[in-house]
C-alpha cells in the first residue's frame, strides 16, 4: 500500500512555456503533500506544502506565482511551473503524507523537467 | 538553513565491506528517517527511528540515535553492488513547530563490485 504516482517522469518545454506536474495517492488520502526541488548531486530543497482545500504554503525564496501548487482533492496535487526557463530545469519530486502518521511519507518517483 | 549534514558526502567500499554513513541536524525532533535514491530515480523509505529510541534493526540496516548530540548513524552490513546509490537522512519535527521533512545532505555510495 502507500503508492504515489507521480506524472511524467521526464518533460522537455521550450523557455516561457508552462509545465504541469501531477501527484496523486492511488491508495490512501493525503492530508499533505510536498513538492521538493532537487539539483544534480545535491539533497532536496523543500518548495511548498499544501494541504487539501487550502493555500499552499511556500518555503522562503519559492515565487509561488512561478511555482503554482494546487491540492484539489485528498489524492492530487498539481505543481505548474510558469513561464518555465532554463534555470527551472530540475528533478522535482513530491511526496504524500498520510493523517498525522510518524511515518507517513510517500514519495512519488520524480520528475525530470529541462527548459530549453 | 535547517538542513542537517551528512558525511561522508562520498563513499566507495567494495563488496562485502560495511557501509556507515552519518547524519546531524539541528532542532528538536519527533523521527529521524533514513532514504535511498538511486541516480534520477524518486526516494525510497528504509527506516525511521523515534526519538525515544536509541538504535532500530532492519535487515542489513542499523540505525542509531543520539539526541543529546543530535546524531544518527545508518550501517548497513555486508554490502552489495545494489546497495549503490545516494543516502539521505531526514528529520520530522512536527510537534516542534515544523510539520514537514528536512533532507540532509546526502551520501553518495558505491560498492565495487
Known amino acids: 500500500g502507500a503508492v504515489v504516482s507521480q506524472h511524467p517522469s521526464w518533460v522537455i518545454c521550450k523557455s516561457g512555456t508552462s509545465v504541469k506536474i501531477e501527484c496523486r495517492s492511488l491508495d490512501f488520502q493525503a492530508t499533505t503533500m510536498f513538492w521538493y526541488r532537487q539539483f544534480p548531486k545535491k539533497s532536496l530543497m523543500l518548495m511548498a506544502t499544501s494541504n487539501e482545500g487550502s493555500k499552499a504554503t511556500y518555503e522562503q525564496g519559492v515565487e509561488k506565482d512561478k511555482f503554482l501548487i494546487n491540492h484539489a482533492s485528498l489524492t492530487l496535487s498539481t505543481l505548474t511551473v510558469t513561464s518555465a526557463h532554463p534555470e527551472d530545469s530540475s528533478f522535482y519530486i513530491c511526496?504524500?503524507?498520510?493523517?498525522?502518521?510518524?511515518?507517513?511519507?510517500?514519495f512519488g518517483s520524480g520528475t525530470r523537467l529541462t527548459v530549453v | 538553513s535547517q538542513q542537517g549534514e551528512e558525511d561522508p558526502q562520498a563513499l566507495s567500499i567494495q563488496e562485502g565491506e560495511n557501509a556507515t554513513m552519518n547524519c546531524s541536524y539541528k532542532t528538536s525532533i519527533n523521527n529521524l528517517q533514513w532514504y535511498r535514491q538511486n541516480s534520477g530515480r524518486g526516494l525510497v523509505h528504509l527506516i525511521l527511528?523515534?526519538?525515544?529510541?536509541r538504535e532500530k534493526h532492519s535487515g542489513r540496516l542499523r540505525v542509531t540515535l543520539d539526541t543529546s548530540k543530535k546524531s544518527s548513524s545508518l550501517l548497513i552490513t555486508a554490502s552489495r553492488a545494489a546497495d549503490t546509490a545516494s543516502y539521505f537522512c531526514a528529520t520530522d519535527a512536527s510537534g516542534f513547530g515544523n510539520e514537514k521533512l528536512t533532507f540532509g545532505t546526502g551520501t553518495r555510495l558505491t560498492i565495487i563490485p
Open positions: 511526496s504524500a503524507r498520510r493523517g498525522k502518521l510518524l511515518h507517513g511519507y510517500t
Open positions: 527511528i523515534r526519538s525515544n529510541e
